[in-house]
Structure formats: structure tokens, C-alpha cells
């Protein structure tokens, strides 16, 4: 089954197969920003050295000029258990990594690209769907795009149902599927993906009333979580928040719509979606993410990666290199900030 995370759908897209054409930009264009650092998912938001585990972020702009942990004296004032209060200003805008600087990839042999023809689905906002203009626009087309620069070859980027595309990139109508594809056991026996480019981590919200900068399992003793029945997220915290009275709602809508009228003081599920539902007007400016993201993969997946052909090493290992340059040169970051205006990281 091919699978994606569900999203609010804030523009409507028209459902046509349309077609874009994609060409290099001039190849001595650099693109540079300033390294300020990375940070491990946790309750550290300073500027920290890269830490390997898979789930760094970049902070933007910097804060801080080294990493440092929970302040010594509020770390005397309060016992272990104690959740802390929510610090006065704004965290810095955080942007996924997922990409290790010390494990740089090397340039493959891409003489035998000539074209790279990308599907995408018609209807995924803010990650892909059809413009004003009536061409593909979004956060994964625009990836393809910067893609293509870097690797230097004329693309195409093709429209279709979301249903379609795996047996249109088997059937050769296509090279890469770049839909944010959610990597999974069973499209690994169809297709092969790239590395991640995105992940879909969980995170709680609550009141605005009632943030707490970290969330861990003792902090939520007898407290009142939302969730989707049945979701992974539900599973999740069956497993690591024991202590916690869970709320199973049929649905975003009956979920959301308890934490608005205060029966419950969090909720719990897709980052993403919750991100848009936070930064729209549905929310009422009611609530703001609380604690960190999790991304724990044997409950919220392997992450989202470009489908190509099995066996097409060629154009994947381009891919990967691509990414890694994209990323390197500080355009993803550019990109996740267009399109993210509320982080779900």
C-alpha cells in the first residue's frame, strides 16, 4: 500500500496530469550561508555540535554560540520530576537535518543522465499541487527542482493520482516519484528509495496557557491526552506514557476540538498536520506545540524518501548526492522555511 500522512488541504488543486519543464540554472551560481551548528531532538534548544543520530536540526538563526544544557539554578529550584516552565521568548525556527556533514557522499558518475522524469501527485498542499499558473508547484517540486541544478539535467515533473504513481514509475513513465512517499516494507519490495528527506515526527499540543518546553513520561502523570483511535500515535503512547488518561477521538477534527473547549490539556499526532492546524485559522490562536518532536521509526515510520525503479542505482545514488548538496549549500533550509512558517520540528 502506499501510504502518506494525511494533511489539511489549504488550496485546492486541480486533478490533471500536467507537465514542467526544468532546466539548470547558470552552473557557477553558489549558493553559501553560515554554519551555525546542530542539534539533537531533546530538551537542549542551545546551538550543539552535530550529534549522529539521525535526527538533527538546524536552528535558524543562530542563539547561541555553544551548546549548553538546563540551567544550574533552576535545576536546584525544582526536583527531577517537576516539568519546566515555558521560557519567555520564542524558540528559533527549527529545520529538519538529516544529513550527516562527516559522512559526506561522493560524486557519482552522472554522465549517463541525460533527463530525470519526476511524478508527483495533484492534490498534497503545501508539499505538491497544481499552481495558479496551472503548473506543479510545492515543497517537493520545488526539491525536484533544485535537484536537477545541482545534478545538472533537463526534468520534467508529471502530475498524477497519488494511487497511480507506483505503477506508473514501474511501467516506465516515469524515473522518480517524488510525492512525499512514506518508506515502508512493502514499497521497499516494489521500489527502491533514496535517504530520507523529511520525516513525520509526533509532538503534543496544548492551550497556549499551558506549554511546557519538554514533555517527558512523569510530566504527564494523570493527565488528559488526546489522540486518534487506533493511530500510530495511540499505540505510542501506550507504550511510553503509561501514566497518562488517554481520550481516543474518531478523528483531527473531534480531537482538536476537545483541546479548544479544555476537556483535554494536550493532544498528540502528525507534526505536520498539526503545524498547519496551529498556524491557521481553524485553531482559533488557541495552542502551540509542547515538548519536542519524536520520531521513534517502528511507531511513525522510516521517513520520506524519492521512489525510483528497483535496481536504478544510478539515478539514486545521484539523488543522494544531490540532497546532500542541497542541503549542504543551505537551499533546503531556504526551501523548509517557505513553506513552514510553524515548524513541526
Known amino acids: 500500500m502506499t501510504t502518506k500522512r494525511p494533511l489539511p488541504s489549504p488550496q485546492s488543486a486541480l486533478a490533471f496530469a500536467a507537465e514542467w519543464s526544468i532546466r539548470p540554472s547558470d552552473p557557477n551560481e553558489i549558493h553559501c550561508f553560515p554554519v551555525d551548528g546542530f542539534i539533537a531532538t531533546g530538551e537542549i534548544v542551545q546551538i550543539c555540535p552535530w550529534l549522529a543520530d539521525g535526527v538533527g536540526r538546524r536552528r535558524v538563526p543562530a542563539r547561541s554560540p555553544a551548546c549548553r544544557g538546563p540551567d544550574a539554578s533552576q535545576a536546584a529550584s525544582g526536583s527531577a520530576t517537576d516539568p519546566p516552565q515555558a521560557a519567555p521568548q520564542a524558540a528559533p525556527q527549527a529545520v529538519p537535518g538529516f544529513w550527516d556533514p562527516r559522512r559526506r557522499p561522493e560524486r557519482p558518475d552522472l554522465s549517463r543522465l541525460t533527463v530525470i522524469r519526476f511524478l508527483t501527485e495533484t492534490d498534497y498542499p503545501p508539499f505538491n499541487f497544481t499552481g495558479a499558473d496551472g503548473n ?47 518508506v515502508s516494507p512493502q514499497l521497499r519490495a516494489r521500489v527502491d528509495f533514496t535517504d530520507p528527506y523529511y520525516r513525520v515526527p509526533a509532538r503534543f499540543v496544548s492551550r497556549k496557557d499551558a506549554v511546557m518546553p519538554e514533555i517527558r513520561p512523569e510530566y504527564l502523570e494523570g493527565k488528559k491526552v488526546g489522540v486518534i483511535a487506533g493511530s500510530a500515535h495511540e499505540a505510542y503512547l501506550k507504550a511510553m506514557f503509561t501514566d497518562a488518561e488517554l481520550h481516543a477521538y474518531p478523528g483531527d477534527d473531534a480531537m482538536r476540538a476537545a483541546l479548544r473547549r479544555g476537556e ?48 536504478n542505482d544510478v539515478l539514486r545514488q545521484a539523488l543522494n548526492w544531490a540532497m546532500f548538496r542541497v542541503w549542504e549549500k543551505g537551499r533546503y533550509t531556504d526551501l523548509w522555511l517557505r513553506y513552514f512558517s510553524v515548524s513541526p520540528f
Open 136 to 182: 506543479p508547484a510545492g515543497f517537493n517540486v520545488d526539491l525536484a527542482r533544485s535537484l536537477c541544478e545541482e545534478i545538472k539535467v533537463t526534468c520534467t515533473v508529471q502530475m498524477r493520482r497519488f494511487e497511480t504513481l507506483v505503477d506508473a514509475l514501474t511501467s516506465n513513465r516515469g524515473d522518480a516519484i517524488i510525492a512525499s512517499m512514506a
Open 264 to 311: 483535554v490539556d494536550f493532544i498528540f499526532g502528525d507534526a505536520i498536520s498539526l503545524a498547519f492546524w496551529i498556524n491557521g485559522t481553524d485553531s482559533g490562536d488557541c495552542c502551540a506545540f509542547s515538548g519536542g518532536p519524536f520520531v521513534e521509526s517502528r511507531f511513525f515510520g522510516e521517513g520520506i524518501g524519492i521512489a525510483v525503479r528497483k535496481g
